[in-house]
């Protein structure tokens, strides 16, 4: 009769002896895809964060080269630097682009540009005018410090 509850007893502790590395096994694996997952979204943030600065570069180079307004390139960058998160870092190493995007970031665009007053919009032109010719000289300075910008 001992016997019999002895083989049971023995039978029961295997089988939940079985259960438990079962069980560890599968918090290893689960473990172990938690890491790797890990990785992979470091890599893709790394991925887009080297994307948007190599946007950042190519768009100060195109102020520089002339493919692209002042003002154009200015509200590119600081908007790419707003999706970094960077535009606290960047501001004291770029005091004129931010000084210009801050006259000019509220301005409309487009269909938005296109239906205000035409009074309006020759006041929007002269601001942007009068703060692009006062700071350009200093945001193409900037820009080509931009070019080699590694975040």
């Known amino acids: 009769m ?15 002896s079985a259960y438990a590395i079962h069980l560890l096994l599968q918090v290893k694996r689960q473990k172990q895809q938690a890491i790797q997952a890990k990785k992979e979204q470091e890599i893709i943030a ?8 190599d946007d950042i570069r190519y768009i100060a180079q195109a102020m520089l080269e002339d493919r692209c307004e002042v003002s ?12 970094l998160g960077l ?4 501001t004291p190493d770029y005091p004129s682009l931010f000084e210009h995007y801050n006259v000019i970031k509220e301005h409309p665009i487009k269909e938005q540009r296109k239906s205000l007053p035409k009074q309006q919009r020759m006041q929007l032109d002269y601001l942007r005018m009068r703060s692009e010719s006062k700071l350009t000289v200093a945001i193409l300075n900037e820009a080509k410090h931009l070019t080699q910008y590694q975040g």
């Open 72 to 83: 154009e390139g200015v509200i590119r960058i600081a908007k790419l630097f707003e999706i």
């Open 87 to 90: 535009t606290e870092q960047a």
């Open 46 to 53: 790394k991925e887009r964060l080297n994307k948007l600065l």
């Open 2 to 16: 001992y016997t019999v509850f002895i083989i049971l007893a023995l039978l029961i502790i295997t089988a939940l």
